[in-house]
C-alpha cells in the first residue's frame, strides 16, 4: 500500500465525564479514501475535528503528513480541506464571492483560474452569482466542497458531507469524489450510511468511541463466518417480533426479515418451526451475503 500520510496513536477525547473518542488508534494512506463509520456519538465527529485541529486530544499522538499535529498544527492545516457538518459559508455572498472569500483566507492570491476549474466541476457555473442562501441542500454542499479545495490541499475531511441531501445531488457528490481520489488526493470522511461506507477502500466501525472493526469493507463482511437467510413471509411484522422473542438476530425490510445463523441446516429447520407454528406463511427464502449492516449490529452486540 502506499505511504501513510496520517497516523493515530492511542488517541483519547473526553467532554468532562463524557468519553468522545476511547483509545484509538489507525493509518490512513496516500491516495486512499478512508471511512469513519457509525451512529450518532460514535466519536466520529470529534475524531475528525481532532484532525483538522480544531479540538484538542486529551490523549494519544496524530501524526498527519509526517509533522506531529500537537507541535505543528498551522503547517498542516494549510494542506488540509475540511467540509463540516454544518453548511457554514456566507449566505448573503454569491457562490463566487464565498470561493473568493475562502481564497483569501488561504492566501491564495490568483485563484481566479482555480475558482473557475471548481466551478466546472462542481457544475456550479451556471449559478455563480446567486447567494448562497437561495441555493439548494444538493447545491450548497458543492459549494462547499469548492472552497475547501480551493488552496489545493492534499487531505479532505468531510464530516457526513451527504447527511440531508436529496439522492440526485449525493450521487453528483460521490462522483466528484471518485475524480478527486483519481487525481490523487486522500479522502478521510465520516458517514453513519452503510451503503456509503461500501464505496471506502478501507473504514473504521466505530461505536462508544471506539474501534470494532477496521478493514476493507468486503473483508469485514468475510470476517463474520457466518450467513443471513432472507425470508419473504406475511404478515413480515409478526415474523420479525417472534424471532426476536426467540432470540435471533434479526433485520426487517418491507416485505422480508434478514436472520443472522451459523448454518442454513441446522438453524433454519428451527425458524421455520417457529413461523409456522405461529401462522406466518413463509413465500420464499434463500441464503445471502451478510451485509455491512448486519456484521455492524453483530459486532456491536458481541462488544457490549
Known amino acids: 500500500m502506499s505511504n501513510k ?3 493515530i496513536s492511542n488517541l483519547s477525547k473526553n467532554y468532562g465525564d463524557i468519553t468522545a473518542v476511547d483509545d484509538i488508534s489507525l ?29 484538542s486530544l486529551d490523549k494519544g499522538k496524530v501524526t498527519v503528513l509526517n509533522k506531529d499535529l500537537s507541535i505543528e498544527k498551522r503547517e498542516i492545516q494549510k494542506s488540509i480541506g475540511y467540509l463540516s457538518q454544518k453548511f457554514s459559508l456566507y449566505g448573503d455572498l454569491t457562490i463566487d464571492e464565498n470561493i473568493e472569500f475562502f481564497a483569501e483566507i488561504h492566501n491564495v492570491r490568483d485563484y481566479h483560474t482555480r475558482r473557475d476549474e471548481l466551478l466546472e466541476f462542481t457544475r456550479l457555473t451556471p449559478f455563480r452569482d446567486r447567494l448562497a442562501d437561495k441555493l439548494s441542500g444538493g447545491m450548497k454542499q458543492k459549494l462547499a466542497l469548492a472552497c475547501s479545495l480551493i488552496h489545493k490541499p492534499q487531505i479532505l475531511y468531510l464530516d457526513e458531507p451527504t447527511t440531508g441531501v436529496d ?7 460521490w462522483k466528484i469524489l471518485s475524480t478527486l481520489l483519481k ?8 458517514t453513519p450510511y452503510l451503503d456509503e461506507a461500501e464505496r471506502c477502500n478501507r473504514i473504521a466501525l466505530m461505536n462508544g468511541g471506539k474501534i470494532i472493526a477496521i478493514d476493507e469493507p468486503g ?24 424471532l426476536r422473542e426467540n432470540e435471533y438476530e434479526v433485520q426487517l425490510f418491507g416485505d422480508r426479515v434478514n436472520i443472522l445463523i451459523d448454518s442454513f441446516e441446522s438453524d433454519y429447520p428451527e425458524i ?12 420464499d427464502k434463500r441464503v445471502v451475503t451478510p451485509s455491512l449492516e448486519s456484521v455492524f449490529i453483530y459486532l456491536i452486540k458481541e462488544a457490549n
Open 272 to 283: 421455520e418451526n417457529i413461523l409456522k407454528n405461529n401462522s406466518v406463511e413463509i413465500k
Open 5 to 7: 500520510i496520517i497516523e
Open 167 to 173: 439522492p440526485v445531488s449525493r450521487r453528483d457528490f
Open 219 to 242: 473483508k469485514i463482511k468475510e470476517s463474520l463466518n457466518k450467513n443471513v437467510v432472507e425470508i419473504v413471509c406475511s404478515p413480515v411484522r409478526d415474523a420479525y417480533l417472534l
Open 27 to 55: 493509518d490512513v494512506y496516500s491516495g486512499e479514501m478512508f471511512g469513519l463509520v457509525g451512529p450518532d456519538g460514535a466519536g466520529k465527529t470529534s475524531t475528525l475535528r481532532i484532525l483538522c485541529g480544531l479540538i
Open 183 to 190: 487525481g490523487g488526493m486522500t479522502i478521510i470522511m465520516t
